[in-house]
């Protein structure tokens, strides 16, 4: 049995099996299980090496090729595979509850595992075809409210595609590189292309004006769960670049351009959420700013930047599946997510305001929560080298944290005497109040992820571990 | 003889594609488009056998056949914007200036990427005016066809560069992923009319 079979045409056979199946229990426990068992085998199962159960000896293989290419997936990528598929099950729980197992769990699959081939794809600038193809099946899930289609799907659409012939072409012009290593036009032409493709695909200031419409337009948990795959698998991919190339890494104007663009993004992104009024919006913005702080930390170009890049990745998914969670919960109740329609609910439903509030303030920032501790490495990192944009980003993450108060000042704007209540299911309190927990936990005792992101490096050998 | 016929085919590339940006009937915008695919599996030929240049063209032709039964199935006719009307000397014009510039650019891609000069300008043609489709519409029907039109565009240039069969089938299946998502679109606007 070959790695690529296991982690990424099974899933996707699956997906395919559980699009036909009408009944939601079954879909949902067949692919939480399912997903379960991915995370526990690339986490226990070597890859390329036997191993003797029982008497029965076997041994996964790390390729599998097709149409004279091939897709490779070796020991060094079973962390990733662990932390994305971990996620992903993580991602699935809630479906039951919210109803929305079809279309999140099959369509789901489907992407992840599409977006595991991106990365497992030899030569690998073939992922930007097989992203592509991740996008396209991405369009149904979010039009699964059959609403019709507005400008931020649209846009979503047409950014995405735009990013392909972007990253092919520069495949073309590295290939050339790779023979005429001296020649700086073509380096700067390939630059160029290649920062386009990833401009497009990673909607980089000014491609992020969809963000903000999707998360608005389409079903809040479908989208959070969206924004978190595609920019995750597309900065991996763009480390594989990194990784490749030796030009890339050594081009002097990287860590200034990835400093700017990632800084723009932080300060927009949370100068925006400020004076947002509609809480997908702000979410949105959110993920504006979280991209932002992934380039920053890439930027930092020293031996901690791979590692602080990883810390981000956890409290990214976690703040994210409770921040579309809640939204999704006071959806079905309210009359819509701006802030004037959510007045009065923080009483009736606490533990969904309480979960948005706080997933709002860990990606602000704020101390004992999770997404302090790698913020506090991006802050500490660029103060070393520049003052004044560490305080650029302390102003987009301020502006994030008033959003978070408006937010509050909106639940809490009940009249004197409204009587307590919870009116969110069992599964969701239950849900709502594990995630909060972990919120804090891993804000207290971020060395808890250590395992997970000691091992991830080793995906790119070349960087500076 | 294949000279004259590469630009020949520039030519016609040139009116459909130009035709799109102002085609309001859904029929005419897929003959159009139907055509614009023949133009392209004629310039794909020049450096691709046929037989791999003829997925380009079927592909295509099949993208143009899902849209065509969604059209049939959602509305049969769709009514146009004004802006179309309001607009049309501005898209004359910024079409116009499409052309020149993909010239202008197409003098230089021949050295670069060592095709003929009608080729080139007409993958650029398809590219360019394909983006301009794509800035003047936010209807979901004309932004497949702007995207499929563009990605022609950029299949023609990236078609001298590179000959894998697993781009050829995965580009394929962009382009019929596509299709599928604009019928998809299509039905859920009626069904929401509905």
């Known amino acids: 049995m070959s790695a690529p079979l296991l982690w990424i045409f099974l899933p996707l056979v699956l997906a395919g099996v559980l699009l036909l199946l009408n009944n939601p229990k079954v879909v949902f426990l067949s692919a939480c299980l399912f997903t379960l068992f991915l995370t526990l085998a690339a986490w226990l199962l070597p890859i390329d090496t036997a191993l003797t159960v029982g008497g029965w000896t076997f041994k996964l293989t790390p390729s599998i090729e097709i149409l004279g290419r091939k897709l490779t997936l070796t020991s060094a990528d079973r962390s990733f595979l662990a932390l994305i598929y971990g996620s992903v099950f993580f991602w699935f729980i809630p479906a039951i509850s919210l109803k929305i197992t079809w279309p999140l769990i099959p369509l789901g699959l489907a992407i992840t595992s599409l977006l595991v081939a991106a990365l497992a794809v030899e030569p690998f600038l073939y992922a930007a075809l097989i992203i592509e193809i991740a996008v396209l099946l991405s369009i149904p899930l979010l039009m699964s409210q059959r609403q019709k289609p507005m400008k931020g799907i649209i846009r979503f659409l047409i950014f995405q595609t735009l990013a392909v012939p972007f990253i092919l072409f520069s495949g073309w012009l590295l290939a050339?590189?790779?023979?005429?290593?001296?020649?700086?036009?073509?380096?700067?032409?390939?630059?160029?292309?290649?920062?386009?493709?990833?401009?497009?695909?990673l909607a980089v200031f000014p491609f992020y004006s969809w963000i903000p419409m999707l998360v608005e337009e389409a079903h809040p948990y479908l989208a959070g769960f969206l924004l978190w795959i595609l920019p995750t698998a597309t900065i991996f991919f763009g480390l594989d670049f990194l990784d490749r190339y030796t030009w890339l890494r050594d081009i002097s104007i990287l860590p200034a351009a990835l400093t700017t663009v990632g800084i723009l993004m932080v300060l927009t992104g949370g100068i925006l959420s400020a004076f947002q009024n509609n809480l997908g919006r702000i979410m949105g913005?959110?993920?504006i700013v979280e991209t932002g702080f992934s380039l920053l930390a890439l930027s930092l170009g020293r031996q901690i930047s791979l590692h602080v890049f990883l810390l981000l990745l956890v409290p990214r998914t976690l703040c994210l599946g409770i921040w579309a969670l809640t939204?999704?919960?006071?959806?079905?109740?309210?009359?819509?997510?701006?802030?004037?329609?959510?007045?009065?609910?923080?009483?009736?439903?606490?533990?969904?305001?309480?979960?948005?509030?706080?997933?709002?303030?860990?990606?602000?920032?704020?101390?004992?929560?999770?997404?302090?501790?790698?913020?506090?490495?991006?802050?500490?990192?660029?103060?070393?080298?520049?003052?004044?944009?560490a305080l650029c980003v302390l102003v987009g993450?301020?502006?994030?944290?008033?959003?978070?108060?408006?937010?509050?000042?909106?639940?809490?704007?009940?009249?004197?005497?409204?009587?307590?209540?919870?009116?969110?299911?069992?599964?969701?309190?239950?849900?709502l109040l594990a995630g909060l927990l972990s919120l804090f936990l891993l804000g207290l005792f971020p060395q808890w992820v250590l395992p997970l992101w000691n091992k991830l490096p080793a995906i790119f050998p070349n960087l500076p571990q | 003889m294949v000279v004259v016929l590469n630009w020949i085919t520039l030519l016609l590339t040139i009116c459909t594609a130009t035709g799109l940006l102002f085609s309001r009937d859904w029929r005419w915008s897929l003959g159009l488009l139907a055509v614009q695919y023949l133009c392209v599996f004629w310039m794909v030929q020049a450096h691709w056998p046929?037989?791999?240049?003829?997925?380009?063209?079927?592909?295509?032709?099949?993208?143009?056949?899902?849209?065509?039964?969604?059209?049939?199935?959602?509305?049969?006719?769709?009514?146009?914007?004004?802006t179309w009307q309001q607009g049309r000397l501005f898209s004359i014009l910024a079409a116009g200036m499409i052309l020149a510039a993909t010239f202008a650019l197409s003098l230089r891609g021949v050295d670069w990427i060592g095709l003929s000069l009608p080729v080139v300008w007409g993958g650029l043609v398809l590219v360019g005016l394909g983006l301009l489709h794509l800035a003047f519409t936010s209807?979901?029907?004309?932004?497949?066809i702007g995207l499929l039109t563009l990605l022609s565009g950029f299949e023609v240039l990236y078609a001298a560069i590179e000959s894998?069969?697993?781009?050829?089938?995965?580009?394929?299946?962009?382009?019929?992923?596509?299709?599928?998502?604009?019928?998809?679109?299509?039905?859920?606007?009626?069904e929401k009319a509905r």
């Open chain 1, 176 to 201: 050339g590189i790779g023979a005429n290593p001296g020649d700086l036009a073509l380096v700067a032409q390939a630059a160029i292309f290649l920062g386009l493709g990833f401009a497009f695909l």
């Open chain 2, 164 to 190: 894998s069969t697993l781009v050829t089938a995965l580009l394929a299946v962009v382009n019929l992923g596509l299709a599928l998502t604009g019928a998809y679109i299509l039905n859920v606007v009626q």
């Open chain 2, 139 to 144: 209807d979901s029907f004309h932004v497949i």
């Open chain 1, 327 to 389: 939204l999704s919960i006071l959806k079905e109740s309210a009359p819509g997510l701006n802030l004037q329609d959510i007045r009065k609910l923080g009483r009736a439903w606490p533990f969904a305001a309480s979960g948005l509030i706080l997933a709002n303030l860990a990606l602000a920032g704020m101390p004992i929560l999770a997404g302090f501790p790698p913020r506090l490495a991006v802050w500490e990192g660029l103060a070393t080298n520049s003052l004044p944009l």
């Open chain 1, 397 to 431: 993450s301020l502006g994030l944290f008033s959003s978070a108060v408006r937010s509050l000042a909106a639940f809490t704007s009940v009249p004197e005497g409204t009587k307590w209540g919870s009116r969110e299911t069992l599964v969701q309190r239950l849900l």
């Open chain 1, 285 to 287: 913005c959110a993920v």
């Open chain 2, 50 to 82: 046929v037989s791999m240049a003829s997925a380009k063209l079927v592909t295509g032709w099949m993208a143009c056949g899902v849209l065509g039964i969604a059209q049939l199935n959602a509305r049969g006719g769709k009514e146009t914007k004004n």
